[in-house]
């Protein structure tokens, strides 16, 4: 697995630059502690698909859906979940049905409701370098 450190910048250069090269459908997921760069990382990837819209964080609505010129866009944030029974409740047959592009922040509280092929990234702090993340993907 591939690991690079970047500042708040390189990790939005990367993240346009990855978001360009998916195809639809793809599952991405975002792993990391609470302010680690998951949405920042997100929105970049949301502007790389030809998104005008201001991409917010889920993290109370849980999921957001936009709108590209290459199809639909899905943001969940799982934080809130106490179970992936709820997942139901949040269109989760809707969004695997749909085959667009979805973005997966906190998948560890999806369990196995995943599709076993998506796209796995892991954002970490880096100790005594408050500005840069570490990016795994």
């Given at each position: 697995?591939?690991?690079?450190?970047?500042?708040?910048?390189?990790?939005?250069?990367?993240?346009?630059?990855?978001?360009?090269?998916?195809?639809?459908?793809?599952?991405?997921?975002?792993?990391?502690?609470?302010?680690?760069?998951?949405?920042?990382?997100?929105?970049?990837?949301?502007?790389?698909?030809?998104?005008?819209?201001?991409?917010?964080?889920?993290?109370?609505?849980?999921?957001?859906?936009?709108?590209?010129?290459?199809?639909?866009?899905?943001?969940?944030?799982?934080?809130?979940?106490?179970?992936?029974?709820?997942?139901?409740?949040?269109?989760?047959?809707?969004?695997?049905?749909?085959?667009?592009l979805v973005l997966v922040e906190w998948p560890d509280l999806?369990?196995?409701?995943?599709?076993?092929?998506?796209?796995?990234?892991?954002?970490?702090?880096?100790?005594?370098?408050?500005?840069?993340?570490?990016?795994?993907?």
């Amino acid at each position: 697995m591939p690991v690079a450190e970047f500042t708040e910048a390189e990790l939005v250069r990367w993240g346009e630059e990855f978001g360009r090269s998916l195809t639809f459908p793809t599952w991405v997921t975002l792993r990391g502690d609470l302010g680690a760069g998951k949405t920042t990382l997100v929105r970049a990837i949301a502007r790389a698909q030809g998104m005008l819209e201001p991409v917010t964080s889920p993290t109370y609505s849980v999921v957001r859906e936009y709108y590209s010129p290459r199809g639909r866009v899905f943001h969940l944030d799982l934080y809130r979940l106490e179970d992936p029974e709820q997942l139901h409740q949040l269109g989760w047959e809707e969004i695997r049905r749909a085959k667009g592009l979805v973005l997966v922040e906190w998948p560890d509280l999806a369990a196995d409701a995943l599709p076993g092929d998506v796209v796995a990234l892991a954002l970490e702090h880096v100790p005594d370098r408050p500005d840069v993340r570490r990016l795994t993907w």
